[in-house]
C-alpha cells in the first residue's frame, strides 16, 4: 500500500473509530428460560429458593451455597417459571443461600452462560453477580452487572395504604388490607395446604408439626394417636367461630401438629411457666397457659397479632382481640399481651416465618400477615 494512503486511513480510523456495537439488554427470567443457547447473558430476576433437583427448590432450611432460584416475581412457586443459577466458588461467600438467608426475595442480576442446570433452565460459570449496592466479579470477568433494587418494592404496593400511619389509623388500615382480596379455604382443603406450607424442608414427604419440632409423613393426617392434625393457634372457642371458613380455616394460624399434644394444648392463652410436656420437648403449660418452644414464640405471637387485626367483628365473625391476661375462655380474647410482645421482639421472623407467610400469599388466601413484613408495627399498634 502507498505509505502516503496508509497514513490517511490510520488517521481516519484514529478520528472516527468504527462503530461499536450496542450494549445487549438485560433480560427478564422468562427471556432466559426461552434463550437456553449457550450464549452469555446477563439476566435479571427475584431470588426465591434453592434447587435440589430438577423439579425441587426450597423456599428455607437451605442446605448449601451452590445454587439459587431466580423469577420474575419475589412471590412464585412454580419451578417452571425459575431460571436456576449456578454460584461458583467466587460468589459463594456472597450469595448462598445456606450462609445468607435473608436473600430470599431480593433482586440479583447476574452475567453467565445460558445453559440447562439440574436438566432445567439455568445460568452458568457467572463472570458477574450484584444485588442492591453489591457488586461482586470474578477475577477473570471484564464487565460488572448493573445493582438492582430489592423486593421491598412488592410489599410496599401491598401495604401502600398503611405505610405512614401508626396506632389505631394503621390497625384500621392493615385490617382492610388483610380483609381485600382474600380466598377463604374449607376445613378439608386445610390438610392440603399444610402439607405444602408446613413441608419439612429436611424431607419433602413429611410436615414439620408446630409445637413440637416433630418431622412426620403428610399422609399420617387425621384424628387418631400417632397422627397430626390441624392446630388453631387462635383457638376456636375464643370467639367461638369453630371450623367455618373465615377464621377457622385462616392459615395464617393453622399449624399442623400431634393430636395428642393438639389436645394437651387444647384452648390455652399463652405465658410462660408450667410444667413440661411430655412428648414436645422446650414446651411447658400449667392450667390457663401454654408456652411454645423458643424456635417458635415469636411466630405464635405474629400469629395472633395477625388474627386480631384481620377479624374486627364485621364480617359476621367476633371482634378478635389480644388482652394482657390468660384463662379467657370463650370470650373473643387470647393473651398475655406482654408475653407476647416479648416473645416477638426476641424470635424475630425467620426466613421459614417469610417464606411461609409468601407461599400464602401467592398460592392459597392472598392475604399476608403484616407484623412478619413489618414487625416494627406491633409496637405501633399493640404498644
Do not use: C
Amino acid at each position: 500500500m502507498i505509505p502516503a494512503l496508509t497514513g490517511i486511513l490510520v488517521a481516519t480510523i484514529t478520528v472516527f473509530g468504527f462503530p461499536q456495537p450496542a450494549a445487549a439488554a438485560t433480560l427478564t427470567v422468562a427471556q432466559a428460560i426461552s434463550s437456553q443457547t449457550g450464549a452469555s447473558a446477563t439476566v435479571s430476576g427475584y431470588i426465591v429458593g434453592e434447587p435440589t433437583a430438577t423439579d425441587t427448590v426450597r423456599f428455607s432450611s437451605f442446605t448449601g451455597d451452590t445454587a439459587l432460584a431466580i423469577a420474575d416475581s419475589a412471590s412464585t412457586t412454580s419451578t417452571g417459571s425459575m431460571l436456576y443459577v449456578q454460584i461458583t466458588s467466587s460468589y459463594r461467600a456472597s450469595f448462598g443461600l445456606l450462609t445468607n438467608p435473608t436473600l430470599i426475595g431480593k433482586k440479583l442480576t447476574v452475567t453467565g452462560t445460558l445453559t440447562a442446570y439440574f436438566a432445567h433452565a439455568g445460568l452458568k460459570s457467572p463472570t458477574s453477580m450484584s444485588l442492591g449496592s453489591t457488586s461482586t466479579t470474578s477475577p477473570t470477568a471484564t464487565s460488572t452487572a448493573t445493582a438492582s433494587p430489592t423486593a421491598s418494592s412488592t410489599t410496599d404496593t401491598y401495604y401502600a395504604s398503611a405505610l405512614g400511619k401508626t396506632g389505631t389509623s394503621l390497625k384500621s388500615a392493615l385490617h382492610t388490607i388483610t380483609s381485600s382480596g382474600v380466598t377463604k379455604l374449607s376445613y378439608d382443603g386445610v390438610w392440603d395446604a399444610l402439607k405444602v406450607t408446613d413441608q419439612d424442608p429436611s424431607n419433602s414427604s413429611n410436615v414439620k408439626l408446630f409445637y413440637s419440632g416433630i418431622s412426620r409423613s403428610k399422609t399420617l393426617n387425621g384424628g387418631s394417636s400417632g397422627n397430626w392434625n390441624r392446630e388453631h393457634v387462635w383457638p376456636q372457642s375464643h370467639g367461638d367461630f369453630g371450623t367455618s371458613a373465615g377464621p377457622g380455616t385462616d392459615l395464617h394460624h393453622l399449624r399442623p401438629e400431634d393430636v395428642t399434644i393438639n389436645a394437651l394444648r387444647g384452648n390455652l392463652d399463652f405465658d410462660n411457666g408450667g410444667s413440661a410436656v411430655s412428648g414436645a420437648s422446650g414446651n411447658y403449660s400449667d392450667s390457663d397457659s401454654w408456652e411454645p418452644r423458643a424456635a417458635v414464640k415469636g411466630d405464635v405471637a405474629r400469629m395472633l397479632f395477625y388474627m386480631a387485626v384481620r377479624y374486627s367483628g364485621d364480617d359476621g365473625f367476633a371482634d378478635l382481640e389480644v388482652n394482657n391476661v390468660t384463662g379467657n375462655g370463650s370470650v373473643p380474647y387470647t393473651g398475655k399481651l406482654s408475653t407476647l410482645i416479648a416473645w416477638h421482639n426476641a424470635d424475630p421472623p425467620d426466613s421459614a416465618e417469610k417464606a411461609r407467610n409468601q407461599l400464602i400469599y401467592s398460592s392459597y388466601q392472598h392475604n399476608r400477615n403484616p407484623f412478619i413484613d413489618h414487625p416494627e408495627w406491633v409496637a405501633s399498634i399493640f404498644g
